[in-house]
């Protein structure tokens, strides 16, 4: 999950990626958890 969102190149990518990213993150991965702040900060995906 740490690299998908550096090879992330459009918004629809960006949106399926949050998604992903969001479920891990609320399952407790800590890498998406870090990921899906990076996502929220940079508006990628949301």
Do not use: P, W
């Not at 992903?20 to 940079?42: H, T």
Request: net charge positive; charged share 35%.
């Amino acid at each position: 999950m740490i690299n998908e969102h550096k090879e992330v190149s459009n918004k629809n990518e960006y949106q399926k990626t949050f998604e992903r990213c969001k479920k891990a993150a609320e399952q407790g991965d800590a890498a998406s958890q870090y990921n899906l702040r990076l996502m929220y900060r940079k508006g990628d995906g949301v």
